[in-house]
């Protein structure tokens, strides 16, 4: 299984950027799917998850910035961020619970891509 993050980039406090990340390879089903990230210096954290039910749930920090959706058919999660400040920025990972014949149900985390927010 591989994903593939997208979308990272600079921009000014309240601009928007779109994160993207697909999955491929051979799996039987994606169930939960999510983003997180790790500011500097902290720990990673959850940002938002969806469900394979369209259910979603959202950190505080970004209640009413952020949108995760997710596009079944494309193996895809995306991440609207709306209102961005200079504290979101951080590496931003995709996180997929899949399941396959041969490993049965993991995570699995994609590589990272860097949003930063400038004041």
């Known amino acids: 299984v591989q994903l593939q993050a997208s979308g990272g980039g600079l921009v000014q406090a309240g601009g928007s950027l779109r994160l993207s990340c697909v999955a491929s390879?051979?799996?039987?089903?994606?169930?939960?799917m999510g983003w997180y990230r790790q500011a500097p210096g902290k720990q990673r954290e959850l940002v938002a998850v969806i469900s394979n039910g369209g259910s979603t749930n959202y950190a505080d920090s970004v209640k009413g910035r952020f949108t995760i959706s997710r596009d079944s058919a494309k193996n895809a999660v995306y991440l609207q961020m709306n209102g961005l400040k200079p504290e979101d920025t951080a590496v931003y990972y995709c996180?997929?619970?899949?399941?396959?014949?041969?490993?049965?149900?993991?995570?699995?985390w994609g590589q990272g891509t860097l949003v930063t927010v400038s004041s």
């Open positions: 996180k997929i619970v899949v399941t396959t014949i041969m490993r049965g149900m993991y995570e699995h």
């Open positions: 390879g051979s799996f039987f089903s994606i169930n939960v």
